[in-house]
Nanobody, 116 residues
């Protein structure tokens, strides 16, 4: 069983920064892409950023230039450094990991609230 656990969310003022962390545990062999998604109240879950096993990154337009995704392969962890936060970045941030062996898994989410 694979589990993803996020941490690092919280309340921050606009213009501030937060760093989200996500660690995968269990039978995590073969992790390919890891990523961050967010869901604002009343809206669908949307991609924020992903990082492939080879290090290739992909960002939503809204995250480009402000957020940085990184990965620690030894720890099966993925991070999201968020800077210049805006109120519209508010939402629940979910970590995702996928593997050809165990499919796709989601974390429980961590709340990020950006006050204006």
């Amino acid at each position: 069983q694979v589990q993803l656990v996020e941490s690092g969310g919280g309340l921050v003022q606009a213009g501030g920064s937060l760093r989200l962390s996500c660690a995968a545990s269990g039978s995590v062999f073969g992790i390919q892409t890891m990523g961050w998604y967010r869901q604002a109240p009343g809206k669908a879950r949307e991609l924020v950023a992903t990082i492939a096993r080879g290090g290739e990154t992909n960002y939503a337009d809204s995250a480009q230039g402000r957020f940085t995704i990184s990965r620690d392969y030894a720890k099966n962890a993925v991070y999201l450094q968020m800077t210049s936060l805006k109120p519209e970045d508010t939402g629940v941030y979910y970590c995702n990991g996928d593997s050809a062996f165990w499919g796709s898994r989601w974390g429980q989410g961590t709340q990020v609230t950006v006050s204006s």
